[in-house]
T-cell receptor, first 115, second 106 residues
Framework: DTGVSQDPRHKITKRGQNVTFRCDPISEHNRLYWYRQTLGQGPEFLTYFQNEAQLEKSRLLSDRFSAERPKGSFSTLEIQRTEQGDSAMYLC?????????????FGPGTRLTVT | AQRVTQPEKLLSVFKGAPVELKCNYSYSGSPELFWYVQYSRQRLQLLLRHISRESIKGFTADLNKGETSFHLKKPFAQEEDSAMYYCALGFQKLVFGTGTRLLVSP
């Protein structure tokens, strides 16, 4: 297991198109997170799962965004009708409990460019 | 509301100089605070967390609840410390600051 992986690494799409990103967490991790990072900003939380249950969604996650983790393993993040403001790096992280602490391990990210 | 402030976008020092990366937070309760680092062309990774009170790669960070700060310090900077540093707050979801780029020159 080489860590959290994300696919694709880069995506260029035209405004109005739908895109889907995939995240494969570290195999024994039960929690999976999605963050978005725009230029000059730190990562911003979007949503997270514990196993297949989506436990929290940010207000940033508009109706055009949907995330799933159907079998508690990989996750997908879909953006419908993309807008130029969706251009960002989308980061996935996974974690498992170590005492009271969940250390989040990040993937390399998917860079989305909406033209 | 939870918020993390990193006032410096860029900190440039010479090798061997002391480094202090500032982080202030707002949180009503006992915070869980972290420093993450991103080296060039690498993914974001945890550097240290306040609860462990450890020193990683010579870096330390002390939580000051009175000043609501969690500054990252290193007495003697090395060129390989050059990276983007993010302060983060949270238990499940993380709230990140905007980051400080540390540039260590020879």
């Amino acid at each position: 297991d080489t860590g959290v992986s994300q696919d694709p690494r880069h995506k260029i799409t035209k405004r109005g198109q739908n895109v889907t990103f995939r995240c494969d967490p570290i195999s024994e991790h039960n929690r999976l997170y999605w963050y978005r990072q725009t230029l000059g900003q730190g990562p911003e939380f979007l949503t997270y799962f514990q196993n297949e249950a989506q436990l929290e969604k940010s207000r940033l996650l508009s109706d055009r965004f949907s995330a799933e983790r159907p079998k508690g393993s990989f996750s997908t993040l879909e953006i419908q009708r993309t807008e130029q403001g969706d251009s960002a790096m989308y980061l996935c992280a996974s974690s498992s409990r170590q005492g009271k602490f969940y250390e989040q391990y990040f993937g390399p990210g998917t860079r989305l460019t909406v033209t | 509301a939870q918020r993390v402030t990193q006032p410096e976008k860029l900190l440039s020092v010479f090798k061997g100089a002391p480094v202090e990366l500032k982080c202030n937070y707002s949180y009503s309760g006992s915070p869980e605070l972290f420093w993450y680092v991103q080296y060039s062309r690498q993914r974001l990774q945890l550097l240290l967390r306040h609860i462990s009170r450890e020193s990683i790669k010579g870096f330390t960070a002390d939580l000051n609840k009175g000043e609501t700060s969690f500054h990252l310090k290193k007495p003697f900077a090395q060129e390989e410390d050059s990276a983007m540093y993010y302060c983060a707050l949270g238990f499940q979801k993380l709230v990140f600051g905007t980051g400080t780029r540390l540039l260590v020159s020879p």
